[in-house]
């Protein structure tokens, strides 16, 4: 499993850079600056959504019926907060794994000038979250202690197609969740501008990442793709489970013990979950990577 496994997946091929280079072109011409983008001056307007309320855990559970609109925006706004520093969280980890894909490669090759390039989006994107979280006016929500650990240990181990795999799970995720807000006149309009700078930039950081994910799989050998696979899973699961922090039924107002009980058992916001990630197993599966250890974590995260 080791050098004889690992080798081969380090040699370069045209086809990957011309992928880099397709998309450092993209960059060049379709890119955002969330700083002049996006209208940090216009006070929050409460009339607004947070997120789609469909895609809010609480829709369609009792407890959301007994809610006020006021309640349900408040909800959103809390939840849309909260993946946003869910987003950051990874997005740290996402540049620390690429930087370490790099490091000892050539800077003026095609893929390293990309991943320099998709590094400096993912800072500017980190920035533009947390300003719309706190206008969005939620606390800094962080993943609990286990799942940070997690990330600190993966993101210094993890490496080929363990690490482009699980970037693209996360950003697969959002991608869904977001090109709905983005399109919902509901959700208030500083946050549809954020949603759209992040989908078209984070289209270039899934080609890349499906791409790379491919390239390193060609040279693993049967007990590493196996490996790999729960591996991917597992960071998946954590990924998840942490987009919307426990604690947003409290901040928003609501009895936390209930809401966190009935969004637990919230069918819908399941099925939301699972039709969203359907693209994404089909390429898992294509990839061989929905193996039978690694297809209970997705399940247990809902995502098929």
Request: hydrophobic content about 45%; some cysteine; proline content about 3%.
């Amino acid at each position: 499993m080791a050098s004889s496994t690992v080798r081969p997946e380090a040699q370069d091929r045209p086809e990957d850079h011309e992928v880099a280079r397709r998309l450092l072109d993209s960059a060049a011409t379709l890119a955002y600056d969330p700083a002049t983008e996006v209208d940090w001056e216009t006070p929050l307007d409460k009339a607004f959504h947070g997120a789609s309320p469909e895609w809010s855990t609480l829709y369609g559970t009792a407890y959301w019926q007994e809610m006020s609109e006021a309640q349900r925006r408040e909800l959103t706004r809390h939840e849309a907060a909260s993946v946003a520093s869910t987003g950051i969280w990874f997005e740290m980890i996402l540049q620390q794994m690429v930087l370490r894909d790099i490091y000892a490669k050539d800077p003026a090759g095609a893929d390293v000038q990309w991943a320099l390039t998709e590094i400096a989006e993912e800072c500017r994107h980190s920035i533009m979250f947390a300003r719309g979280a706190r206008k969005l006016g939620a606390p800094a929500y962080r993943p609990h202690r286990l799942a940070i650990e997690l990330g600190r240990a993966f993101k210094t181990v993890a490496f080929g197609e363990a690490a482009y795999a699980a970037i693209l799970v996360a950003e697969e995720v959002l991608d869904v969740m977001q090109r709905d807000w983005m399109r919902d006149e509901r959700v208030v309009p500083f946050v549809r501008t954020i949603n759209n700078i992040h989908v078209v930039e984070e289209s270039r950081h899934m080609k890349f990442a499906r791409a790379e994910t491919r390239r390193h799989l060609s040279g693993a050998g049967r007990v590493r793709r196996r490996i790999h696979a729960l591996v991917i899973a597992i960071a998946s699961y954590v990924i998840v489970t942490s987009m919307v922090n426990k604690n947003v039924y409290a901040d928003a107002g609501l009895d936390g013990k209930r809401a966190i009980a009935e969004a637990k058992a919230n069918e819908h916001h399941k099925s939301m979950m699972r039709s969203s990630c359907a693209g994404l197993m089909d390429f898992l599966a294509s990839a061989r990577l929905l193996t039978k250890p690694a297809l209970f974590f997705y399940k247990r995260a809902h995502l098929i």
